[in-house]
């Protein structure tokens, strides 16, 4: 069975602090990557893509080993309204076929 | 552009009973599917559709029907509602999955 698997947490960090989260999957055809952004009872948002590169928005950076199939997301100064559950979800094929989810990371930032 | 609209927002059903979850976005998005998120258990897929016409099962589809007549819409039916569903569920949808997913705000259903 194809999985995503991710630490549960929770990370509990200090404003400021810089925080690192880590995510493998198992299929090493997997072609997209995405972190998600999941509030307390709301709907998972797309924070970012993960590129190849690696990729950086603001405070935040992706990277995407694809060797050890790891996608990693750093979050740097980090800010009360960080604290949220973070979802590794990464797309198995080229294919229109449904994105296959990690269970979350769950991030509190402490003032 | 309304996006990924799911209708009703609060729902407590009856054991037995049936009922349909609205979805629908205005994207002109080909891919759309349904999840149920429990505690600990993470996202779920229970069915999901690329493009008006084709159906198909996800980890999770029994108990469940969907349909897809239109891009735009894409219902999900609860059958008979068992206490085992009471769950939250998402609508996602997409133009290709390939470039990541839309949800919707979610559907809390409880059956009792």
């Known amino acids: 069975r194809k999985e995503v698997e991710q630490d549960p947490g929770p990370f509990n960090v200090p404003e400021g602090a810089t925080v690192a989260f880590n995510c493998t999957y198992s299929?090493?055809?997997?072609?997209?990557f995405f972190w998600y952004r999941q509030d307390c009872r709301k709907e998972p948002k797309l924070l970012m893509s993960?590129?190849?590169s690696g990729n950086e928005d603001g405070r935040f950076t992706a990277q995407l080993n694809r060797a050890s199939q790891y996608i990693s997301l750093l979050i740097r100064d980090s800010k009360l309204s960080d604290s949220a559950t973070y979802l590794c979800v990464v797309n198995e094929n080229s294919g229109n076929t449904p994105l296959v989810f990690g269970k979350g990371t769950r991030l509190s930032v402490i003032a | 552009n309304a996006g990924v609209t799911q209708t009703p927002k609060f729902q407590v059903l009856k054991t037995g009973q049936s009922m349909t979850l609205q979805c629908a976005q205005d994207?002109?998005?080909?891919?759309m599917s349904w999840y149920r998120q429990d505690p600990g258990m993470g996202l779920r897929l229970i069915h999901y559709s690329v493009g008006a016409g084709i159906t198909d099962q996800g980890e999770v589809p029994n108990g469940y029907n969907v349909s897809r007549s239109t891009t735009e819409d894409f219902p999900l039916r609860l059958l008979s509602a068992a206490p085992s569903q009471t769950s939250v569920y998402f609508c996602?949808?997409?133009?290709?999955?390939?470039?990541?997913?839309?949800f919707g705000s979610g559907t809390r259903l409880t059956v009792v």
């Open positions: 993960v590129y190849s």
């Open positions: 299929n090493s055809a997997s072609q997209s």
């Open positions: 996602a949808s997409s133009p290709r999955t390939a470039l990541g997913y839309t």
């Open positions: 994207m002109n998005h080909e891919y």
